[in-house]
C-alpha cells in the first residue's frame, strides 16, 4: 500500500501539475466554469444566497460545507464589516468566516453611501494640503534665500546679478516682481539706469539694488544702506509665507543678533522688524499698534498710578500683554539702556523668541480655518466637475492647496484635469508632467465625462484590515508591549502612506508601504526590487502565464490580489461588483485545492488529505486557539504530538496550554519545518492506521513523537 508520505510529495511535489489537473476534471472544470460566467451578475446578497451552485461554490472553497444550509449565519458574515474589531465575523475564532467576508464586497447592512465626488478622506486631505501648502513653498524659498545670501557679497556687476538665478529672483521677488514674467533686458536697462521705472516696484528695485550705468556696483555697494537679511525677510513676505517656521527662524536670527546692539527705545521702535518681532512675542498685532505708543509702555513704570500701563483696563488681555512687554526689557524712564545693562538679558531674549514661535502663526491659522470653512460651504456635493472650476471661492483654495496660481491657470486646463484618471499613464494629467495636476486629479472622483465615478482604491477596506490582520501575526505570540505599539505605529503609517498612492509607481517606490506590505504577505525575504514589484501588482492573475501565478507560490497571488491595480499599473475604479477578477480567481484556486485534497483523501487516505491540507493552513495558525477552532488541524496536530483521541475532550484552556507547551507556532512560517512535520505526521499517521501494528503501534508513536511531556518538535 502506498505511503502517506509518498502520496503527498507525489501532489505536493508538482503542485502546479497537481492543480492542471484537478482543473480539467469534468466536474471541477463545469463548476468553475458556472461560478466564473455568473458571480458577475450577483447584485445584493440575496442574490449570492439564493443561487445554490454558486454559494456553494464558495463555500466549499474555504472549506466550509459544514455550514452550507446555515444561511443566517453566513449571511451575519458577509454583512460583516471586517474594519470594525466587534463585527460579527471579526469575533469568531475561525478565521476562515473571515477569509471568505473578505473576497466579497457585498453592501454591509449599515451602508447606505452613494457616489461622492470627494469622499470625506480626500477631502481632509484636500485641507491639509492646504494648510501645509506655504509650509511646503517655503522649503524651497528657504533654498533660494539661502543661495541669495550667500552670493550677494560676490556679484561684481549687474550681469553676474542677474546671471544667478537665486539672486535674480529672490531680489525681483522682494520688491513684489515675479522674474519669470519679466523681460530681463528691461530690468536690466531699469538697474543700470537706461530706462526709467514706470512702476512703484521698479522704482523699488532700482532704488534696493544700486548700480552704475556701465553695470558696475554704486560706490555704496549693491544693498546700499539695507541688509541681505532685510531682502530675504521682504522676499518671504511677498511670497506670502511670512507665518512659516523657515521665515519665523530668519527672522529670530536676525533679532538675536540686532536685540544686543539696542541702547534705546527709540532704535527698537524705529526697527520695523525689531517692532513686529516683540509684539508678536506678547500676542499682539503690529499692524494695530503704533511705535509712538509702544515706546511709551517700555518706558512706563508699572507702580506708576498715573502711567501708561496703569491707564489700561484692568482685565483687558492687550493690558496683559503690554505689561509682559515691557517686563521684558530693561529701558529707564529716559528710554535708554542703563550704563553696565543691555537692552534684554539672555533670559529676556529667550522668553522673547519663545513668545514669538507661539504666535507668529496664530493670524495665518485664523486665516486658513475661515478659508476652509467657506471653501466647505462653496463646494457642497457637487455632481460635476465643472461645478469646481465656476466657484471663484473653491477654484482659489485648491490651487493653493495644490500649489498652482489661479491667476495663471487656465480654468478650461483644470476641468481636464479633474476629468482624467491620474493612474492612468497616457491620461490627460500625467501628459502634464507635473505630480500637482496628478495630485489634484486624485483629489476627485470624476470619470471621462466630469461626471461622478466610483472612488480609486488602490486597496479596499476590507484587505486593508486583512492585511493589517496578516501583519500583525508576523509578531511573536510573547512579543513584548513594544513591539506591539511598533507594531501599531507601522499599521497607522502603512494607512496614511496609502492615500498617497496614485499608481503603482508610487506603491513600488514608497518604502512605508513596500516595507510592510512585504512582510505581511511573508514575503520580506524575497529581496524584491521595485521593477519585479511592479510586474507583481500589474500582473493579470486570470493569465497563467503572468508575473505572479509564474511563480508557483501562493503568497505572491495573495499578496497581488490585495491590492487593484490593472495590468499597466494604473488603480482600478470600484466597479460595483460583489467580487474583484482577483478575488474570483482566488475562489477557483482555493476551490481547486480543495478539490485535490478532497480527492486525495478518497484516493490516496485521509492522512495525504490532512498533509495537504496542513501545508496549506499552517502559516495561518499563530495561536494554539486559532488551531483548535480547525478540526481537521487538530487532527493532524493530534497524530503528529502523538496525543489521545481522548485530548479533545480536555477543558479548551487545558488543550491550549499542551500545545503552547509542545508547539512553536513560528515554526509554522518556515516552509522546511512545516515539510518535516508533515514527513513526521505521515510515518506516525500509517503507524496509527496499520490493522496488525495493534498494540505495537502506540507504542512506536509513543516512542516517535517522543514521549512524555518534552518538546515534541525537538527533531526540528
Request: hydrophobic content about 40%; proline content about 3%.
Amino acid at each position: 500500500m502506498q505511503s502517506t508520505l509518498l502520496g503527498y510529495q507525489l501532489i505536493a511535489r508538482d503542485f502546479a501539475a497537481s492543480i492542471a489537473r484537478a482543473e480539467a476534471e469534468p466536474v471541477t472544470k463545469r463548476e468553475t466554469a458556472y461560478y466564473e460566467a455568473n458571480i458577475g451578475k450577483v447584485k445584493t446578497l440575496d442574490d449570492f444566497l439564493d443561487n445554490y451552485r454558486l454559494y456553494s461554490y464558495a463555500m466549499k472553497a474555504y472549506g466550509l460545507e459544514e455550514q452550507i444550509s446555515s444561511k443566517a449565519f453566513m449571511r451575519k458574515v458577509l454583512e460583516s464589516d471586517l474594519s470594525a474589531s466587534n463585527s460579527f465575523a471579526n469575533k469568531l475564532t475561525d478565521a476562515r468566516y473571515r477569509t471568505f467576508a473578505a473576497a466579497f464586497n457585498f453592501p454591509k447592512a449599515a451602508d447606505t453611501s452613494t457616489l461622492k465626488a470627494v469622499t470625506t478622506t480626500q477631502l481632509g486631505a484636500i485641507v491639509e494640503a492646504y494648510s501645509e501648502a506655504d509650509v511646503r513653498r517655503s522649503t524651497v524659498a528657504a533654498q533660494k534665500a539661502a543661495g541669495f545670501e550667500a552670493a550677494i557679497g560676490g556679484i561684481a556687476d549687474v550681469d553676474s546679478f542677474m546671471n544667478n538665478a537665486a539672486v535674480y529672483e529672490v531680489a525681483l521677488r522682494s520688491v513684489g516682481l515675479d522674474a519669470s514674467q519679466m523681460d530681463r533686458a528691461a530690468i536690466r536697462d531699469v538697474l543700470t539706469g537706461k530706462t526709467a521705472p514706470r512702476t512703484a516696484e521698479l522704482l523699488g528695485l532700482k532704488d534696493r539694488f544700486q548700480f552704475a550705468s556701465d553695470g558696475q556696483p554704486a560706490p555704496g555697494g549693491i544693498l546700499g544702506s539695507q541688509s541681505a537679511s532685510d531682502v530675504v525677510s521682504r522676499y518671504y513676505s511677498n511670497l506670502g509665507l511670512s507665518a512659516t517656521p523657515v521665515a519665523a527662524a530668519h527672522e529670530t536670527k536676525y533679532f538675536e543678533a540686532k536685540i544686543a546692539t539696542i541702547r534705546s527705545v527709540d532704535e527698537l521702535v524705529g526697527d520695523q522688524r525689531l517692532l513686529n518681532y516683540v509684539l508678536t512675542s506678547v500676542g499682539l498685532d503690529p499692524t494695530y499698534e503704533t511705535p509712538t505708543y509702544i515706546a511709551s509702555v517700555l518706558m512706563d513704570d508699572p507702580a506708576n498710578p498715573n502711567g501708561v500701563l496703569a491707564k489700561m483696563t484692568a482685565d483687558d488681555a492687550r493690558k496683559a500683554a503690554m505689561t509682559k512687554l515691557n517686563a521684558a526689557f530693561n529701558f529707564a524712564a529716559n528710554g535708554t539702556v542703563p550704563v553696565g545693562e543691555t537692552a534684554q538679558s539672555a533670559v529676556q531674549t529667550s522668553d522673547t523668541s519663545a513668545g514669538y514661535f507661539t504666535f507668529y502663526d496664530d493670524k495665518a491659522e485664523k486665516a486658513d480655518t475661515n478659508d476652509t470653512r467657506l471653501f466647505k460651504i462653496a463646494l457642497g456635493n457637487p455632481t460635476r466637475a465643472d461645478a469646481l472650476i465656476r466657484s471663484d471661492a473653491v477654484f482659489t483654495y485648491l490651487m493653493k492647496a495644490f500649489e498652482l496660481d489661479p491667476a495663471t491657470e487656465s480654468r478650461t486646463k483644470i476641468l481636464r484635469v479633474l476629468k482624467s484618471d491620474p493612474s492612468d499613464p497616457k491620461s490627460y494629467a500625467n501628459s502634464l508632467k507635473d505630480e500637482r495636476y496628478q495630485r489634484l486629479a486624485a483629489a476627485f472622483n470624476f470619470d471621462e465625462n466630469g461626471k461622478l465615478a466610483p472612488e480609486r482604491l488602490v486597496q479596499s477596506q476590507a484587505k486593508q484590515t486583512a492585511t493589517a490582520q496578516a501583519y500583525s501575526k508576523t509578531l511573536d505570540t510573547d512579543a513584548s508591549q513594544l513591539a506591539k505599539d511598533a507594531a501599531k505605529k507601522a499599521t497607522s503609517a502603512y494607512a496614511e502612506a496609502l492615500t498617497t498612492v496614485i499608481d503603482s509607481d508610487d506603491f513600488v517606490n514608497n518604502k512605508t508601504i513596500t516595507d510592510y506590505a512585504l512582510k505581511a504577505y511573508g514575503l520580506s525575504e524575497e529581496k524584491l526590487k521595485p521593477a519585479e514589484l511592479k510586474g507583481l501588482l500589474t500582473s493579470d492573475l486570470s493569465n497563467p502565464d503572468s508575473a505572479a501565478r509564474k511563480k508557483g507560490d501562493q503568497r505572491f497571488i495573495d499578496f497581488v490580489s490585495a491590492y487593484n491595480f490593472a495590468t499597466d499599473g494604473s488603480i482600478e475604479r470600484s466597479s460595483g461588483a460583489v467580487q474583484s477578477a482577483a478575488d474570483r480567481l482566488a475562489v477557483r484556486e482555493a476551490f481547486v485545492r480543495q478539490s485535490i485534497e478532497e480527492r486525495s483523501g478518497q484516493t490516496d487516505g485521509e492522512g495525504v488529505r490532512l498533509a495537504l491540507y496542513f501545508q496549506r493552513k499552517a502559516s495561518s495558525f499563530t495561536t494554539p486557539f486559532q488551531l483548535l477552532a480547525d478540526k481537521a488541524a487538530v487532527e493532524f496536530t493530534r497524530t503528529l504530538l502523538g496525543l489521545p483521541a481522548q485530548f479533545s475532550q480536555l477543558d479548551i484552556e487545558k488543550q491550549a496550554s499542551i500545545l503552547e507547551d509542545r508547539l512553536d507556532f513560528a515554526d509554522f512560517k518556515d516552509a522546511k519545518k512545516v515539510d518535516r512535520m508533515i514527513s513526521r505526521f505521515s510515518g506516525l499517521y500509517d503507524i496509527s492506521q496499520s490493522p496488525a501494528a495493534g498494540a505495537g503501534a502506540s507504542a512506536a508513536m509513543t516512542i516517535l513523537s517522543g514521549g512524555g511531556g518534552s518538546n515534541l518538535l525537538g527533531y526540528l
